[in-house]
Nanobody
Framework: QVRLVESGGGLVQAGGSLRLSCAAT????????MGWFRQQPGKEREFVAG????????WAADSVKGRFTTSRDNSRNTVSLQMNSLKPEDTAVYYC???????????????WGQGTQVTVSV
């Protein structure tokens, strides 16, 4: 079992930056693929970014490429999402997720955090 806890959400003006963190406890964090997803009201939860267990591979949705970067520290059991040049359309609840395989499909991730709200004002 893996427990994930996100932090770092908040209110920021358009063009600003935020850094989300996700702390993991439980089974070997360093063996897991880690992903970030977000969900806006009335919409499906969507993939934002992901990182392989050894940080060798990263993925990002087209909507955030060049603005968002994910990284991890296996010695601290944490994964981060650095969000720059934020736009109002980035407003959502952001979730950290973990799984044993590499996937951008939310249905294939096994563990989820409770989410953290990010609000970008105009």
């Amino acid at each position: 079992q893996v427990r994930l806890v996100e932090s770092g959400g908040g209110l920021v003006q358009a063009g600003g930056s935020l850094r989300l963190s996700c702390a993991a406890t439980g089974r070997a964090f360093s063996t897991l693929f880690m992903g970030w997803f977000r969900q806006q009201p009335g919409k499906e939860r969507e993939f934002v970014a992901g990182i392989s267990w050894n940080s060798r591979y990263t993925w990002a949705a087209d909507s955030v490429k060049g603005r968002f970067t994910t990284s991890r520290d296996n010695s601290r059991n944490t994964v981060s999402l650095q969000m720059n040049s934020l736009k109002p359309e980035d407003t959502a609840v952001y979730y950290c997720a973990a799984g044993t395989g590499y996937s951008t499909d939310k249905n294939e991730l096994d563990y989820w955090g409770q989410g953290t709200q990010v609000t970008v004002s105009v």
